[in-house]
């Protein structure tokens, strides 16, 4: 039974990133017809992504497709303890492939771009200002905001099927709101997956994979998950 959670959470995450890096490839590779859609489009499209991939699989995994959800639900109680290495193996080898069904999906595009930031935005993330600690400051704070918020919209009762769509907008809201500076990982698995695959596929032009930036999108999630997870039970105690 528990093999199927961890294959309907390797499947979850693959959709969700394949969707999501998929929008950001539309929208700024040469000759794509989504090519300048802008961020409004990016942060709906992620949103949606999430959505869907609840949808898909939230009755078979609880589709986190995040190690620090996982890391959340372990710590507050929500969560086997047993089950959190499989799942974020499961979340690193779903975004790792739904990267390369990005790669394959747009597979006559990679060739007509000579923007090796652009080529590296399709996989992960990267800042807008390359500034240390005001990037780790803003993936903290944003998965802060991100658990915080997921803990409690749990807690709520909501109409049978509508929670998935509510939750879609929430990430909507914070990538326009917080997420310009350093494109809202928020998610280990998000980054750090994607950019292994943009390390190794054959793309012309796509430059260094940047791994001396790649422990922020790691690093503050980690921390922003902990203590968004604490204030909602501070907050909302009983």
Known sequence: MNMSKYVGEFL???IFIWLGNGVVASVNLEKCKGKNGGWLVVTCAWGFAVTFSIYLFGD????????VVTLASAMYG????????GY???????AFFGSILVFLSYYNHWTDMNDSDI?????CTSPAIKNRFANFLTEFLATTLLIFGLNRLGEIKMTEGLAPIITGCFIISIGLSL????????????????????????????????WDYSWIPIVAPIFGGVIGGMLQKLVFSN
């Open 119 to 123: 080529i590296l935005a399709c996989f």
């Open 179 to 210: 997420g310009s500076p350093t494109g809202f990982a928020m998610n280990p698995a998000r980054d750090f997956g994607p950019r292994i695959a943009h390390s190794l596929l054959p793309i012309t032009n796509k430059g260094e994979s940047e």
């Open 12 to 14: 979850a995450t693959l």
């Open 60 to 67: 078979i995994s609880g589709a986190h497709m995040n190690p």
């Open 78 to 85: 929500q969560f086997q303890w047993s089950m959190v290495p």
């Open 88 to 94: 974020v193996i499961a979340q690193m080898f779903g």
